[in-house]
């Protein structure tokens, strides 16, 4: 595998383990970046 897409993939878990809103934060982004592909 690709060994940065590892880091990140581990950085990102350190950080919604860390920071639970962080995981609440993506959501949010991910719906609205839906919304604005959908209209």
Avoid: D, F
């Avoid at 060994?3 to 949010?28: F, N, R």
Wanted: hydrophobic share 40%; charged share 10%; aromatic share 8%.
């Amino acid at each position: 595998g690709n060994p940065e897409i590892g880091k990140l993939v581990g950085t990102t878990g350190e950080v919604l383990q860390s920071y639970p809103l962080a995981l609440t934060q993506l959501l949010v982004s991910y719906h609205m970046m839906k919304a604005i592909q959908i209209y």
